[in-house]
T-cell receptor, first 113, second 111 residues
Framework: ETGVTQSPTHLIKTRGQQVTLRCSSQSGHNTVSWYQQALGQGPQFIFQYYREEENGRGNFPPRFSGLQFPNYSSELNVNALELDDSALYLCASSQAGSYYGYTFGSGTRLTVV | ELKVEQNPLFLSMQEGKNYTIYCNYS?????LYWYRQDPGKSLESLFVLLSNGAVKQEGRLMASLDTKARLSTLHITAAVHDLSATYFCAVVVFGNEKLTFGTGTRLTIIP
């Protein structure tokens, strides 16, 4: 059973640029959620994808967007990067209807300079 | 809007001592999770609590849930240095599959 894989692990971008983060879900999971964790804080929900459709969104602006692919992998895209976007971005996969399966990836550390 | 609060935010304790971390939430929940996070690392799932009165134990950690009080506790017994980490509780409400995390408790075990 494979876990959740995120890439890249670290990334440095300049303010105003765009970034794409990737996540491969755990085998058997069909739902992917993305979280932003700023330094010293708890993770904040960005959005969730189920069956390639957005299935809930947190308080993040439209420049945060995502995709889910038929194999349940997912991308998080952030346009017009701001300094405050610097954070650890975590992907979690789960199986819809299951209470147990929130498996987190190792995260992507994004630094915006 | 669901709010999840933990206390204390910081906890420094000696090896061998017992202590409890508290997690309060503001609305009826479907289930509650406890996670551990080491510095710069991802979240490790510890427990999922589904119903009122649920108690789960793993090694020196025991978690419980009181849905009427909207309170969960994470009890640490005879702490050891390896338990040093940040602990988060996270709540899921009915009909909404997102995790709402608490503020986290940074636990430091002193030899």
């Amino acid at each position: 059973e494979t876990g959740v894989t995120q890439s890249p692990t670290h990334l440095i971008k300049t303010r105003g640029q765009q970034v794409t983060l990737r996540c491969s879900s755990q085998s058997g999971h069909n739902t992917v959620s993305w979280y932003q964790q700023a330094l010293g804080q708890g993770p904040q929900f960005i959005f969730q994808y189920y069956r390639e459709e957005e299935n809930g969104r947190g308080n993040f602006p439209p420049r945060f967007s995502g995709l889910q692919f038929p194999n349940y992998s997912s991308e998080l895209n952030v346009n017009a990067l701001e300094l405050d976007d610097s954070a650890l971005y975590l992907c979690a996969s789960s199986q819809a209807g299951s209470y147990y399966g929130y498996t987190f990836g190792s995260g992507t550390r994004l630094t915006v300079v | 809007e669901l709010k999840v609060e933990q206390n204390p935010l910081f906890l420094s304790m000696q090896e061998g001592k017992n202590y409890t971390i508290y997690c309060n939430y503001s609305t009826t929940s479907d289930r509650l999770y406890w996670y551990r996070q080491d510095p710069g690392k991802s979240l490790e799932s510890l427990f999922v609590l589904l119903s009122n009165g649920a108690v789960k134990q793993e090694g020196r950690l025991m978690a419980s849930l009181d849905t009427k009080a909207r309170l969960s506790t994470l009890h640490i017994t005879a702490a050891v240095h390896d338990l040093s980490a940040t602990y988060f509780c996270a709540v899921v409400v009915f009909g909404n599959e997102k995790l709402t995390f608490g503020t986290g408790t940074r636990l430091t075990i002193i030899p």
